[in-house]
T-cell receptor, first 115, second 112 residues
Framework: ETGVTQTPRHLVMGMTNKKSLKCEQH?????MYWYKQSAKKPLELMFV???????ENNSVPSRFSPECPNSSHLFLHLHTLQPEDSALYLC??????????????FGSGTRLTVV | DAKTTQPPSMDCAEGRAANLPCNHS???????VYWYRQIHSQGPQYIIH???NNETNEMASLIITEDRKSSTLILPHATLRDTAVYYC?????????????FGGGTRVLVKP
């Protein structure tokens, strides 16, 4: 365990389903992130939350909807996904501090398959 | 944030040192160099970071050139469990919304 817990580890959903991915960090960090990793591709940053405010949304389709109710929890709500959305979804957290490095701690990811 | 260039793959022998190069010629003065690795289907794992001085921890050493345009990650005694994709990333420091942008990394295969 890294201090960042993602559930579920695996998810299979149909294109008309609605599901949510959950991420919880126990590190006291103040920033959280969603990344997507498709097969044979680099990690793609999706969303950045700092102090529970969304500070970046990297042109992600609206069928992905993030939610950060507090600094320890981050959700990714999924609806009407496409098969090409099948990927490993990774959550990370960090401690944002001015003029100091900000190493990320990643969770183990949710392997999503859209059928 | 500055971009990095890494070789796509490299092999190394178990028990020997593995030297992973990274070019970051457009790095700016306040950007750190970070190294992460990702073992198959797991989340990336932090290894080490540095600004301009060489750094060492229990996992690896980081050597940064004097002009900061390149760096080398050294795994002193590679084991089979070090087989992974290694990412070199440079990033700045902001008050909020700091982000790490991952490239393709170097796929390292440690062979017996």
């Amino acid at each position: 365990e890294t201090g960042v817990t993602q559930t579920p580890r695996h998810l299979v959903m149909g294109m008309t389903n609605k599901k949510s991915l959950k991420c919880e960090q126990h590190l006291g960090h103040n920033a959280m992130y969603w990344y997507k990793q498709s097969a044979k591709k680099p990690l793609e940053l999706m969303f950045v939350y700092s102090l529970e405010e969304r500070v970046e949304n990297n042109s992600v389709p609206s069928r992905f909807s993030p939610e950060c109710p507090n600094s320890s929890h981050l959700f990714l709500h999924l609806h009407t996904l496409q098969p090409e959305d099948s990927a490993l979804y990774l959550c990370a957290s960090s401690q944002d501090r001015v003029n100091l490095p900000y190493g990320y701690t990643f969770g183990s990811g949710t392997r999503l398959t859209v059928v | 944030d500055a971009k990095t260039t890494q070789p796509p793959s490299m092999d190394c022998a178990e028990g020997r040192a593995a030297n992973l190069p990274c070019n970051h010629s457009t790095i700016s003065g306040n950007e750190y160099v970070y190294w992460y690795r990702q073992i198959h289907s797991q989340g990336p794992q932090y290894i080490i970071h540095g600004l301009k001085n060489n750094e060492t921890n229990e996992m690896a050493s980081l050597i940064i050139t004097e002009d900061r345009k390149s760096s080398t990650l050294i795994l002193p005694h590679a084991t089979l469990r070090d087989t992974a994709v290694y990412y070199c990333i440079v990033g700045g420091k902001k008050a909020a919304g700091n982000k790490l942008t991952f490239g393709g990394g170097t796929r390292v295969l440690v062979k017996p």
